[in-house]
């Protein structure tokens, strides 16, 4: 709710994809909290239901539907059973550390499939609505790594280097239609999926940050909300550095 005791996203219908962990369930926590009716979308059933399960009733509300965003007919079944969207964050991610020189092809196929395939297609299938109504954002969440030298990433760091590229690019081509896309970068995040991926690395690159530490999901999820809601009104196709101070050092 804002200062003005309005509920920031009321009668928004939104779609977080990767909504049933980490920094995407802090986020449909809060699109919930400020009226939003939202799905979130994730591969495994029992992970997302009882996630949803997780996020207090009201003012919004939320359902989960199974999505595997590597398969392009996953894709098209999710774009066609939560759409039609107001706001649609690109948020699930394949994450995992490899040196270059290790890196497997199947590996480096389900970065690519997951984090560019898999959000390029699920926009193209959902802007339509959006262009159609004049109205929309999108939040494309991507890594400070997109945008400095952190080994073991290469692989990943490229992919949210495209979707930042895409964020440019669909702000060109939607803003004139009244569709908004932003970026969110997040620095070394406390989640489960980091932790399994890259362990103590995380709390490593958190220490080197300016603000010396490592962020909480929900510190993340705001800057998602900020840009997804018309406080951003007049905000497109910029990146919210979320890092920590990673960026301007
Ligand atoms: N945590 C960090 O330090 C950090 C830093 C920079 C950027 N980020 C970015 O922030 C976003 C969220 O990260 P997180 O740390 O919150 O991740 P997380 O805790 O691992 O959660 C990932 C979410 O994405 C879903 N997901 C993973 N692969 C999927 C696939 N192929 N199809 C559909 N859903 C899939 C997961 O559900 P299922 O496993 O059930 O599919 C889960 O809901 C990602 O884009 C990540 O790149 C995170």
Redesign the pocket.
Known sequence: MNTLGTLELKDQVALI????????LEAAKLFVREGATVVI????TE??KAAAASIPEGPGSVRFIA????DLESVGELAEQAGPVDILVN?????PVAATVEQSVAGFEQLFD?NVR?PYFLTASLVPAMLAKGSGSIVN?????ASMGVPGSSGYAAT?AALGSFTRTWAAEFGPSGVRVNSVS????I????LVEWGDG?AELGKGLPLRRTAE?LE?AEAILFLASPRSSFVTGATLAADGGATAV
């Open positions: 994809t990767g909504g049933t962990a980490g920094i995407g979308s994730g591969r495994n992970r997302g999505a595997d965003l590597a948020n699930a991610s394949a994450l997951t898999g969440v991507t890594t400070m790594a949210k997040p620095g070394p995040t989640t489960e999926g980091v995380v999901p993340i």
